[in-house]
């Protein structure tokens, strides 16, 4: 294996056979820097460009609001019109809605009935609210008096001209969506989907639906990638699964490499006689970066590049696969699309019960909330410690407890990081 020979920690229990992990967080940086953003961009409509990838600064050409205008239904006043102590008695000499054009400066000593969102004219600088006054025939009467400025909306109040109102690297969600419509944008540039083709290695999988034979499994790997890349900013290439044939395996995965920006495999990373990838990604070329993680579950994760591809070769061990996914690769396909990092939300736990472990590697068990309404953080058991193949537990979990690589063990009480799911 070409990987980089350092920095390491000493494995430790299961991992004593003089292997040398590699540090989750180096793990994460040398994925990293496997990754450049796709340069591809398209231009699309806005409605289309919900979900994608912001390939440039949008800037509003227009100062938000574009025009001062009344944050409540209620009349606008002028300021120096009101002399002394009140109630002030003004008559209303007309009515702006929304959407309705400016007006000429208004004559002192009146008052306009104005609603929500309605321009604002020259010459008025008050909103007093409905509820605060009188109204009889033509005049209204208020007691309290509105300082300058009360319940307007200055025009460039929200964004100046020219501001950035969604950066580039943003995913367009809802609220950047409604900022790139507020600021006029019928079409925006965006990147291209990333291509990103998965398979599944094991001769023992078989789809869903179909009959088990002895010593086959269904193949779960497969669905939960599927779950994950569910996105519109990616454009998956879905292999199915392959098996332990080297010749086959190798195939697929030059092919893959040649295509797609990203391969994500599952399964054929570990020592086992049937454990080929990564031999067959280097043999085909590839450039192995790390090898082995000091994360549990997960120690077995390989990443490196092989043409125009960034090769992620995951666990088999369906949990293994799911966390390894969650706290490396995702982020690394994440740089690939152009995303700009984002901190993944994160909070803190209390355990709710002691839990051993050997230190060495960080751990990312799952875990689930203990109804404790008593407690200010929420408390969270720690399920069961041996769960790198348990799929059917890892769905009956709220999150992921992150126990410090550190750490000789959990005592109740203790403060965890916590990954909701
Ligand atoms: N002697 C050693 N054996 C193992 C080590 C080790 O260091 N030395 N590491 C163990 C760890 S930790 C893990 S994790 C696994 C990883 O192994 P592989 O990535 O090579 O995965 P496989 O052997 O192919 O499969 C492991 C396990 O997962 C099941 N599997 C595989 N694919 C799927 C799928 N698509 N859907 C559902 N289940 C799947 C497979 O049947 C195996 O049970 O290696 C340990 N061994
Ligand atoms: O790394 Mo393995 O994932 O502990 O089962």
Redesign the pocket.
Known sequence: MNAPAEPTVAACG??NHAHKLTPLDVAIERGLALATAVKDVEDVALTDAIGRVLAFDATSPIPLPPFDNSAMDGYLVQTADLAGDGPWTLRVIGRIAAGDAGRDKPQSGTALRILTGAPVPVGFDAVVMQEDCEVSGDTITFSRKPFVGQHIRPSGGDAAKGQVVVPVGAQIGARQTGALAAIGAGTVKVRRKVRVAIF???S??MQPGEPLGAGQ?W????YTLLSLLKKDWIEVVDLG?IPDKPDLLKAALVNACASCDMVIT???????DE?HMPRLFEEAGGKMQVMKVAIK????IAFGTLDRAIFVGL????V?AFVTWMVIGALVLEKRAGLTARRAGRMLVRAANDAKRRPGRIEFRPARYVDNPLTETSEVELMSPEF??RVALLSLADGLAVIPAESKGVSKGDVLEFIPL
Do not use: F, Q, W, Y
Not at 219 to 222: G, K, M, P, T, V
């Open positions: 299961c991992d599944s290695t094991g023992e999988l499994i193949n779960s790997n497969r699964a599952t399964g054929g990373v570990s020592v086992g454990d579950p997960g120690k077995p666990p088999g061990n369906p293994s790198s193949g």
